[in-house]
């Protein structure tokens, strides 16, 4: 009996990191709030991002984001916070962090996002 749980206490052990890996998964790390940084997206980003519109850049629309981060990720988190043509300052997002903007623009500079 102890050879069989010498064999299953690694086999255990090793399905809970697994299993814990796979809960993180989702969109780490999360923005502020606990929310993902896909539902933060949502709430704040996806209104003018997901369509362009008033010229924003397109989430997952790779062109249009590396223009932008080729200026720099400061440049776009100083944009983001002060405001750029038609974004307000802090891009709707007043909770948001300067690390959640960071995970924001990632995510929608992301191709196919």
Known sequence: MKKYFNLLLPLLFMGS???GSIALADNAPKANGGKSVTERYKETCAMCHASGTQGAPRSGVEAQWQ????KGMDTLLESVKKGYRQMPP?????ECSDDDF????EYMAEPGS
């Open 17 to 19: 990191l697994l299993l």
């Open 90 to 94: 802090m891009g709707v997002c007043f």
């Open 102 to 105: 960071i995970a924001l623009i």
């Open 67 to 70: 223009v932008r981060l080729a």
